[in-house]
């Protein structure tokens, strides 16, 4: 069954880089798939921050774009995102998804909630 | 960017009950594109249909999902009290970007 773990520093300060991981478990990124980061502010609705493919490429949010690396290490399983210069409006539960290209989110994280404060 | 506007905001219904939630797309979703979601406190969406009419894996089939062009529609035939929760509509665009509804509250009346 396929399994994605999020991890990272709950707290972040202002203008700093959030940075998480994403271990994948009982699928290998290898093998194909696109690999996603979502997020959910407090008691808001979720956004699309970017995705990756095994083979690094990579597209993103345009609002987002200018602040936003993801990148996919396939000898641990695992993909990253690092968000930079975040302010408080990036307080937010960030998940990690599987998805088909251009297609449905199918496996999810269980989120990881990044507060951004001084 | 296409924006997805989800209506309403907050369905009351009982159990027993059948639910209509409605996703309008401001421009034209392949239905191949178009996914729904439900999502409880605390937890992570869960995806119940995708191509606008496929259940996902173990969804029961009290969910269905309908539509195209701009109207989409989810079902829930027979309300249990584990289906009152958040459901969210999203779809992938010719922006090369992924959008979501701001979601559907059903809670029990």
């Known amino acids: 069954q396929v399994q994605l773990q999020e991890s990272g520093p709950g707290l972040v300060k202002p203008s700093e880089t959030l940075s998480l991981t994403c271990a994948v478990s009982?699928?290998?990124?290898?093998?194909?798939?696109?690999w996603g980061w979502i997020r959910q502010p407090p008691g808001k609705g979720l956004e699309w921050i970017g995705s990756?493919?095994?083979?690094?490429?990579?597209y993103y949010n345009p609002s987002l774009k200018s602040r936003v690396t993801i990148s996919v290490d396939t000898s641990k399983n695992q993909f990253s995102l690092k968000l930079s210069s975040v302010t408080a409006a990036d307080t937010a539960v960030y998940y990690c998804?599987?998805?088909?290209?251009?297609?449905?989110?199918?496996?999810w994280g269980q989120g990881t909630l990044v507060t951004v404060s001084s | 960017e296409i924006v997805l506007t989800q209506s309403p905001g907050t369905l009351s219904l009982s159990p027993g009950e059948r639910a209509t939630l409605s996703c309008r797309a401001s421009?034209?979703?392949?239905?191949?594109?178009l996914a729904w979601y439900q999502q409880k406190p605390g937890q992570a969406p869960r995806l119940l249909i995708y191509?606008?009419?496929s259940r996902a894996t173990g969804i029961p089939d009290r969910f269905s999902g309908s539509g195209s062009g701009t109207d989409f529609t989810l079902t829930i035939s027979r309300l249990e009290p584990e289906d009152f929760a958040v459901y969210y509509c999203?779809?992938?665009?010719?922006?090369?970007?992924?959008?979501f509804g701001q979601g559907t509250k059903l809670e029990i009346k």
């Open positions: 009982g699928y290998s990124i290898s093998s194909g798939y696109y």
């Open positions: 191509g606008a009419s």
């Open positions: 999203q779809q992938y665009g010719s922006s090369l970007m992924y959008t």
């Open positions: 998804a599987r998805h088909v290209s251009r297609r449905q989110f199918d496996y």
């Open positions: 990756i493919y095994h083979s690094g490429s990579t």
């Open positions: 421009q034209s979703v392949s239905s191949s594109y």
